[in-house]
Structure formats: structure tokens, C-alpha cells
């Protein structure tokens, strides 16, 4: 946003000083043009004068000196002719039969006085051509052509337009502070605020923004911290509640458990078939409850990596996943499932390993429970883009298309997975700890029939080392 605004402040400050020193600049070569053309037909008009004295008097003695003098002392030639175009005197190198002077010549002999055109500037060189016609009205008695150089003047404009040109640089950059200053002072209190939200978000508790700037968002931050404090104390009452009945119910659980195993041998063969079923019912439980403080410890873990740099996490996907898928092999076997786990090369993942080994304990689990005996589980990984994916691929009956978009969900399970082990919060156990990360989970069909699952994370910037570890 600073960037923003910058940009459009510094735009408005370029206009400005354009606007400024544009027409200055043009205002000060006019003005310097004027005044070297006004002082050389000044001294035009003296020559005319004294040309025209000797025109009548028949002696240009005082005029070949004045001549002489002003080209000695100022290199400028001068050339003075009488009615008849013969040259009365001559200086300077410039001749009355040079084509450019024989035109302004002419011109002066019709009483045509002829001034340069154009303004200076200071790359401007060469000389400028004046001419004047001596005597008045119709008596004209001759001409008087001055060449005028105007590097003098082209020096002086220069000189003006560095001075502009340097006024108009400590103005913008005089503005360019201000302009820093001043949207530090709005923009600054916007990125505290911006990263208090984000904490907040994260489910994290939120550090006071501190009030500054305008009025309005002194205001708005004054109401963000009254909200915060807010949401804090009710997710901390969250958390709390969340671990303090886990702890309480786990002594409960406990406690019945051992009293149920304890009536075990006083229990009747009738009584066999309740007795399994109470303590399957309390199995449920302690898994219900452990995916629960699972599931917890997950989003707070993911809300974490949301405001913190997890970008040094690194581990080889392909050591992490054949490991797991070797420690589920007995289970596979057990189940009648035939694991597989397809070698290939490293996969540097942005993800700690142990985070990893989480979401592929969940993935394995779920492919071994619900494919069922005589199907086969395969787990490959492989880059893609930059991507690093993990798949675990299943021949089993899989999911209806319907429900596929369901697979995530908290709680939810299939219709005709309802008698299979499970309390339906793995998958979104993993959900989170990939979420954490910057990857996502994707759910699809297999073929012939099976379910794809795909953990996609962000693949790391540098290689993983041999060993499976990861900072987390």
C-alpha cells in the first residue's frame, strides 16, 4: 500500500514540478534572447546614426573607427553600405557580398528592418544576423548588417536553467520526504494492524496495535484491541475447556475401564457379548477423544505456520513415506491388504518430517481400513511443477463421486463405512497439518475403482539431506 501511495504522490510531485519549471525555463531564454537582440539594435541604431552623419557630410572617418573599435572589443563584425550597396567600411571577416549579408541588405534598402528569430537555448551556437537601414522614412542612404554571437547568451541561460533546474530538484525532493513521512505516518499503523489481524486469524493471541496516525485509524485500532481481546480470552477459554476435559475425561475412562476388566472373571458366559461390546464402546472413546486433542493440536499448529516463516522445514518426502509405509506393513498384511511403496528419487518437501510422517500414518491407515482384504495399497512420490506430491492409491471400492467432496469433513463417513474402526477426524487431521504448510489435499477416483488420495506441498528451495529430520 506505501508503495501505492508513493507512486501516486511522486507522480502529482513530477507534474508539479514540471508544470513549474517548463514554462521558467522558456520565460528565462526569452528573456535573455530579448535582451541580447534589444542591446545589439541598440548598437545598430548608433551605427545607422553615425553612417547616416557621414552620408551627408561626406566623411566616415567616425564611423570606420567606431566600427573598427566595437568588433575589437567585442569580435563582432559589422558591415556598413550606402545607398548604391558599395561597402562603406567592413569588419570583423564579414563581407557585403556574402549571399546571407547581400539578402539582409536588400531588405534594409526597402526599410525593412530584420531582426533573428527563434529563442536561445544553451546548446544554442553560431551567430545572429541583424540589419538596420540608415536614414528614415523614404530617404534611405544605406545599411548597416551586425553579426552578433551568441554564445555569451546561450552560457547565461545555461547558468539560469541550472539554477531552475537545481531549485526545482531540492523542491521535489523535498516533497519526496514529505511524501515518505507522511505516508509512513498513515501506512505504518496499517501494517500493525495488518499483522495483528493476521495473528488473530491464525487463531494466535493478537498483540495490541499500537494507536498512531490519523484520527480515523487511532480510532480503528483502539476497536480492533477491544475486539481482540475479545476473541482471545474466548479461544483461550476454548483451548482451555478443550484440554481440561480431555484430562478430566481421561481419569473417568480410565477408572471404568478398569473396573469393567476387573468384573470380567465374576461375568456369566451370557454376559460375554455385553461385555465386549461396553469395552468396544470405550475403545471408541479414548480414540474419539485422542483425535479430538489431535485435531486441536493441529489447527493451532497450522494457525502458528500461518504468521511464522516454516519455510527452513525440509525433508525427503520419499525416505519419510517408505518408512511409514514399512512400519504399516505387519498391519497390512494382517488385513489382507498388499502395501506397496514404489522407489524413486529424493523429494525435497517444505515440511517437517514429523508432520509428514503424521499425514502418512492417517493416509495408510484409512487405505488399509477401508479397501478392504485382497485389495492392494500403493504410495509413490514424485515432483510436480512446484509441487512435491505424495499419493497413496488404493484398488478398494472407493467413494461415490458424491462423496468425494465430503472426504474431509469432521465426523463424516461413508454409509457403508460405518461399522469400520473410526471416529472420521483423520482426514481432517491431515487437512490441517498440510494446511499449515501452504499444500492441500486432493480426493479422487481411481481406476479402474479405488480412491486417489494426493498430499501436495511446496517443494523445498534446497535438498534434503540423507537423513529424514526437518526443521519444524
Known amino acids: ?130 540589419a538596420r537601414p540608415v536614414g528614415t522614412g523614404t530617404r534611405v542612404s544605406g545599411a548597416v548588417v551586425l553579426r552578433a554571437s551568441v554564445r555569451a547568451a546561450a552560457d547565461d541561460i545555461a547558468l539560469r536553467w541550472a539554477l531552475v533546474l537545481a531549485g526545482a530538484g531540492l523542491f521535489a525532493v523535498a516533497c519526496v520526504l514529505l511524501a515518505r513521512a507522511a505516508t509512513r505516518w498513515v501506512v505504518r499503523p496499517l501494517h500493525r494492524l495488518d499483522r495483528a489481524v493476521g495473528t488473530l486469524a491464525a487463531g494466535l493471541p493478537a498483540e495490541h496495535a499500537r494507536a498512531g496516525g490519523p484520527p480515523e485509524l487511532r480510532q480503528l485500532a483502539t476497536g480492533f484491541n477491544r475486539m481482540a481481546d475479545a476473541v482471545t480470552t474466548a479461544l483461550e477459554q476454548q483451548r482451555r475447556l478443550v484440554a481440561d476435559t480431555s484430562h478430566q475425561l481421561r481419569n473417568p475412562l480410565a477408572a471404568l475401564r478398569l473396573r469393567i476388566d476387573s468384573l470380567q472373571p465374576r461375568l456369566p458366559d451370557s454376559a460375554t457379548r455385553t461385555y465386549t461390546g461396553v469395552t468396544a464402546e470405550l475403545e471408541r472413546m479414548e480414540h474419539l477423544l485422542d483425535d479430538l486433542l489431535a485435531l486441536a493440536n493441529a489447527e493451532h499448529r497450522a494457525g502458528e505456520l500461518a504468521v511464522a516463516d516454516g519455510s527452513q522445514a525440509c525433508c525427503d518426502a520419499t525416505a519419510v513415506t517408505a518408512a511409514q509405509a514399512q512400519l504399516w506393513h505387519p498391519v497390512a498384511e494382517q488385513d489382507g491388504v498388499r502395501l506397496e511403496s514404489s522407489p524413486g528419487p529424493a523429494v525435497p518437501v517444505a515440511c517437517a518430517a514429523a508432520e509428514l510422517a503424521q499425514v502418512a500414518d492417517i493416509l495408510l491407515d484409512n487405505a488399509i481400513k477401508y479397501a478392504g482384504s485382497g485389495a492392494r495399497v500403493e504410495t509413490r512420490c514424485f515432483t510436480e511443477g512446484p509441487d512435491a506430491v505424495f499419493e497413496v492409491r488404493d484398488d478398494g471400492p472407493g467413494l461415490a463421486t458424491g462423496e468425494l467432496s465430503q472426504a474431509g469433513i469432521r465426523f463424516w463417513r461413508s454409509e457403508r463405512h460405518r461399522a469400520v474402526r473410526g471416529s472420521g477426524l483423520g482426514l481432517a487431521i491431515a487437512e490441517q497439518l498440510v494446511a499449515g504448510r501452504g499444500g492441500r489435499v486432493e480426493f479422487a477416483a481411481a481406476e479402474p475403482h479405488g480412491l486417489r488420495v494426493r498430499v501436495v506441498l511446496p517443494r523445498a528451495e534446497r535438498a534434503a539431506s540423507g537423513s529424514q529430520g526437518g526443521a519444524s
Do not use: C, H
Request: hydrophobic share 50%; charged share 20%; net charge neutral.
Open 1 to 130: 500500500m506505501r508503495t501505492r501511495v508513493l507512486t501516486v504522490v511522486l507522480a502529482f510531485v513530477v507534474l508539479a514540478v514540471a508544470g513549474f519549471a517548463v514554462p521558467l525555463l522558456g520565460v528565462t531564454a526569452t528573456q535573455r534572447t530579448e535582451q541580447l537582440v534589444a542591446a545589439r539594435t541598440a548598437d545598430l541604431d548608433r551605427f545607422a546614426g553615425l553612417a547616416e552623419q557621414a552620408a551627408e557630410s561626406g566623411d566616415s572617418g567616425i564611423l570606420t573607427t567606431e566600427v573598427s573599435r566595437y568588433t575589437e572589443l567585442y569580435g563582432e563584425a559589422v558591415v556598413v553600405v550606402d545607398a548604391r550597396r558599395a561597402p562603406v567600411t567592413q569588419t570583423g571577416g564579414m563581407r557585403a557580398a556574402d549571399p546571407a549579408v547581400a539578402r539582409l541588405v536588400d531588405a534594409a534598402l526597402r526599410n525593412q528592418p530584420v531582426s533573428p528569430g527563434g529563442i536561445l537555448r544553451p546548446w544554442s551556437r553560431g551567430d545572429k544576423l541583424l
